[in-house]
């Protein structure tokens, strides 16, 4: 029996519950072979299983913002396994063990969260810097900016419909922004950019950069399935054999109808969707034909490449190189000493 | 003052009636320098212009189904130019002259299409070489094929809805099927093929290589502008910045949305005319992922194929190659002794 | 001491008989970690091993037509050794056993094949769903529709030069059709679509297309080194050196000489060998120059296509994905719900 | 007898003139067939050349900011010859011809620039659209905002052996910012968006930013010849083998030493020259390995692009397609109607 | 009435004659508008026409080993037609024009070549820099080093065969070596580096590396169709459809098998044919698998390259660049001042 | 505590020492699991370590040239870590187990180098065929041969900086020439085959083939950290953001300075080193311009190849292939019989 989804077990009120507690675990980035630990984390899925002499025990991955680690329950109970099946956050004390290079964690002990423990979500889930009703309401004020009455209500009416989802979809499955309110701070840090080069670069027709912007990813919403912590189990059917830049033009299409949006104007948008991967091998098989396009797909790429090198410096000491990025042609990154 | 489309001027009646005539004019291909040539053609384009001492003249374009021709009126009257602009089917008489390697026509008298001419609009135009209604019908007879009740009825809806442009709308502006009828000719050749494989592959779902096939270009009417010769003028503003596979997904999602088409159904085919391109380079951002949607590429391809290697022969010597066919990378193709 | 091949090892007799015997066992695909089975398994390879304490003990790779499972012996005997070495094919009982994510069979006891036990080869070896002769029966039908007598005999004269081997190589060491008669599958398939394509483009010339089919991978048995089996153990010094499509062209120019073909019809032949691969990355320098050799290539990857679709989502179930596909450039194939 | 390069046969008291005229010539670009003109253009070269009869003419380029045309006086004396020999600036009276759908001036008269005439250089010679001098001070006032005192000496040292040229070299032979000025303006407008992208992406150091920009194109002035005008005639010896990547990065490591610069900066600061150009077949062989490096590729290209829309479009009417942009991998721009 | 091939109208004697005659043409490299000319050029092709008003005039298409320029006889006889008609070699008197920026040569007086004349054929053709009996005397000098006694009776065999040809062959239609005995020379100039090599890389088996050179272009004989002066007027129908490196490996292949040549040596060779292009792009479907067959490509492209920049570098000033080389991916070559 | 370098530990007269000492080891590639062993081995690291028990044991990397394998000391104690720790070369007795698939040697006994072990470092250390000074004396007599005063006397002071670590660093950190004193090996294999290659193609200028030869590559020594026994640990800081092609440019500018060598022969050197890669994505944006830049490029390439060609085929028997060559494309090579 394995657990599908964090978020399915949690209602809204243990949510706003645990926002609100502190958090005194070491992180699982911190664990050493060798050492015992004590504290909180976050049941990814478990499973009971058979040793080769027949012995149960359970089998549970666990996460906290900092990475993941396997972790065996060796004397199994059906007390524990509930305990296990009923909670998503758990306390454990144990000792971390390496096999072959890879640690692992023995459980000895576990209990559920109590009433009084006091965690902070964002300590177990990897997230957004900003809040999300912070990012939502700046990208709100954004789409207000747009002068055309038409285009504003499009954008306004789209955004509502995915509203709910909005807060916390990441903005892929893996890759940059792939975490719980992603999506929105991807969004939101493109918007300000366009606002700036839109000083520098004064013939660009701000409405179609804002608009453009705002649309440009929002069918990722209905191309993954996310639980509620982001974490993406798979793409939708729909988004497997379409993907989320033939369903975005079709959002545009549909939408735009139903308020009588002008049917220029619609294209355009659309055209800005298409082309916003640039490369037919990205996904668009027609390149920018207008500036504020060509545009969208610059401070796409560059917001992704901010966050990824960022990232991948975040863990490197000054004066030396970071891993093989994969995602970045497997650069070796340096951050300078100063 | 130009002649934009052939079609603006004739009514039906006149359409008909061309069709019902002989022609006994000599093909332009074969003209030569030299000689004199007095038969029917017709008006691609015209203008009055002037000679460097300020002289008035009339520069035709005149095609036939073998070609076209620059001609020149340089005896120019008010009178000619009406003939001229107020016939698209035109008798003149003249001869031909050479420059710089360029044949062209110095006409002498021109005279519209009397009531008694009798002209087969097929010698004047090239199209397919089947009759349209022929082969609409017979395409319709493969939508009945289709068992699934509201794939038929999706398919036959959108049909209906280009069907007075079906009629007459070339695959292309240029290269393959590019003449009045392609689209369907080229239509119903896949169809007959995507039939007899299915008997070779028996496990294929017919529907969907059926639908699949009617659908896979039929936006390509809204893609390019035609005039009812099969002659395209130009891509249109959607079609340029969108594409008649984009046009064809969202053709699809919308005309399903109204009959209530399963919505698995309706992806399944927005998929097969995304994927139809193949490779992303020529236009599909997903490779078909169903074996329905990999023939529809097959199908496409080898009629493509077949006509262009048919058409290239045609003029070629036995036991000779045709010069460089640019369409198919550069090849010279070899026609067999026997 | 390894065992080369399975072929090796048995007489025809033998072969005949097992052809006709009734098989009881468990698919190895089938097994299952705890369970026991008891049944009929192909001997692919053994090994006499020891333990790092010095005890002898067997190492068997066992197949039948759903996969291959490693078993062990851990109490060697002399005895039990020579069981396994003088039978291709044994009754084994034993437990299935997981070992860090890999299945293995702890065998308790061997026997070889008796005179009585009943086992179907196809059930044993993964081979073409028609029986080889009358493939080949229904091959040389089309063979004797070329109506070029020069053109038969030489398609004859090579059917037959090859026939012996004809009857059971596959089509490849791995990828499509890489089982026991799947060369002569391949063929006949393309001869049937080839058959129907020249329903529909009537001009093509279908003494090519018959006799280009049947010889554009007739080399591949020179290339390959397979046992009876259709498993290919490796490619031939030539093969590897040369490749199929050179060793067919050198075949075609000296069996073409021995019967005076005309040498215009000989080199069209060649060249639709070079050509069938299409790309010359793929192992074609040239293109194809002539209709015929156009449709070859295509007849050939549509079949390999459709092989592959069919069995790549045979193990799906209808509304899912496959996993990704490595042979169809990691694509993931869905299976419609209906 | 061919006038190598304008800037030569002019004092800096002429340009000082010049600058300051005013000036009421037909533009080239308006210029039509049939109408004649009487106004001040700028010599390009000019050749005295003999018709096949012997007769001496003298062939004449002329530009302004609008275009370019060819001009002839066929009534040739020594006179002429001597006055356009001697004049940059001419004021031509004559007539314009089209010959095979290319305009051509014919001369009647012709004389130098005068005393009194009053002309602006801006409006015979295409250039940046703010004054070199207001650029230059803002690209100083950048240099300033570099806080560490090496690298801002590196800058100013590097900017003020340039500072002469700098003043008036183009950034290209041809594309973007091909004109007078246009190393500084594209220079200027880099620095402008890399400090509004600063303030959205604040873990950047803008040392480097800034630095980056400044120095990432300068060695153009040594990879390319162009007179005061902008105008390249061809690029250097030096250029042509090394290019000015290679040229920029000697010129930080020498200028880098004569200043004691620590090394890891002058690395970083190599490194950022040599990556500019992200792909290798595009000049660089490494890519970015830091997040500035990253930057100063995208503010290049973006100014490169919105630059070749703004231009490309400048002539294209509302709700109409542009020509194909062979600089844009031949796109068609779109200029929506509002 | 047009001259397929030089080599038609001249006996052997006439061209033993021809080599001996002494020159004293102008070049046609070096004629200038408005001289006069008078010497001895080779008749390329020619053909009587019509001026467009219909009077005859005899258009000529001349040649020396500088150069090609058309020529006119205005002034149409059947005698002059006869004396073109029945002379490779003529002397013209004329004067040379220019049109549209094309020399053109006015031919006043032309006579065919008389006994006394003394002429230097390799003043009319281009052609290699060494005497042919000598290159072929040395490239079988390099034979005869072969010490296997099969391979070098492979090789003298297949030398033999096409001896009479390979005295005058090009190398290539165009492109490097595309002059008389260009094929001599290149193989000779690649056996001449494969010895010195082999010096080098001790290890090398020369006997396969001077069989590899011999062969690897040979059947470019029976791939082209050249007259005897080198010029190639087309590919063969073979030579199109399959090659000259699939011809030069059935070549192995049957006059291996005459000879009865190992097998293994056979295919080695017959790799070395296959893979001496390297790229699948350029003809080679297999890379090198020998150490032999590796240096044979580079034998091969060096000889190519140095061939290459020789020549272009020929007319090049020292201190100055050429013109972009087509053939070597448009490079401006450079020669250094001393 | 692991040990960074070999080099590290030895003083100079150790290193004398052990030049002169014979070995009887067995190589480690012959070692078999099963066997005992009795030899001397170099230290490549060692770490002490713990077993999950808490039990400490000294985990070593043991090579010689024909290897590496890892060994274990069970029994710890500070008197053997003191021994492996102080020796780079001991004598090691034990057994050599197997596990999963790779060896591994159980030590039971260590002791270091004494005064009379006579031992061979080329048995330990893979290294270039010819002794150091040897090479370096060869290369130096090529440098001699130079004629031009100036372009020998920058070759030669660059050689001079250089010349310690010359004489010991390998070619590259893996590939080929990947071994003590390989840079060297292959600068002079390549100075006798550009001496060669100079006697077919004699315009060639010697100069730069010999001075282009001996600085392409020097500046791996600043690209790469090496220790004296041609280990490379990592490429150096400038090495990862320029690479040795810029560094190598820059050296030669900046010595070249220091001699006043005219500027065309320092930027014709810096051109040859800059494209001697021959491709943008190999690291040469620039492709060779000058003949002697060209064949410098085959030089390298020939010799790369030879040296992978002869090693992958060593360990390769008569008749058979080797396995894929991953820096051959994957090739499989193949070995004649004879």
Redesign the interface.
Known sequence: MSQASIGDMLNDKAREQMISMSNNNKNISDLKA?EKTDGFYLIKSFEVK?T?NGKQYIDIDLVDKTGEINAKVWDYSKEIETIVAENSIVKVRGEV??WNGTKQLKINKVRGKLQDDVIKINDLIPSAPIEPTEMLSEVKSYAKKIKDAEIKLLVENIMKKFNSKLIYYPAAKKNHHSYMGGLLYHTL?ML??GE??G???E???MD?VYAGVILHDICKIIEMDSDEYGVVSDYT??G????H??QG??EI??EGDKIGLNR??S??L??MV?SHHY?????????????EA??LH?LD??DA??YD??HA?DIVEP?Q?SDKIWL??N???????E
Do not use: A
Not at 331 to 337: A, C, E, S
């Open positions: 060798g058979k080769t063990l390496e840090r300000r950019s700036k080069l000083q520098v670069y013939y660009l027709k179609y059917m729909e497997k054999l379409l993907g830049i033939i033009i079709k299409e549909i220029e104007k294209i355009i659309q055209h298409l490369e037919p091998e990205f996904g668009s098989p027609k390149k920018p034909m207008t500036p060509e545009l610059f790429i560059i490449r901010m090198f960022e410096l004066g190189f970045l042609d650069r070796n990154l340096y951050k300078p000493t």
